[in-house]
C-alpha cells in the first residue's frame, strides 16, 4: 500500500492520541513481538509502538523490519515511538479508519 504525504498527515493526526499498544524491549523484535503487532494492526489499523533502548539507527532498522514483515505502511517516527497503519484483512469493506483520497 502507498499512501501519499496528505494521508499520511491525516494518519499522524489521528495517531496523535494513540498509547503505544506494544512495547519492544531490549532482546529486540521477537516472533512473540510480530505476532502482537499483527493482532493489534487487525484490531485497531493504525497503532503506536514504543521502543526500548537509545540507539537510533537500531529503532531505524526495527521500524523498517516491522513494516516489511507485517505489510504494514511507515506512517511516523519520532524518538521511542513508531506509528504504523495498515487496512484491517478481516473487515476489508468496513474499515474502521477511512483514510481520503488526495
Known sequence: ???NTKQIAH????AHSLN?????????????IIKEIELNLNAHE???I?????????RK???VEICS????VAVHHIGKQLVVYRAS???KEKAKIHIPKL
Open 61 to 63: 532498522a526495527i521500524y
Open 11 to 14: 494518519l499522524r493526526g489521528l
Open 69 to 72: 514483515k507485517t505489510n504494514a
Open 89 to 91: 484483512e478481516t473487515v
Open 20 to 32: 503505544p499498544v506494544v512495547m519492544i524491549g531490549n532482546n529486540g523484535l521477537t516472533d512473540n
Open 1 to 3: 500500500m502507498k499512501l
Open 50 to 58: 514504543q521502543v526500548a533502548g537509545e540507539d537510533r539507527d537500531a
Open 46 to 48: 493504525l497503532i503506536k
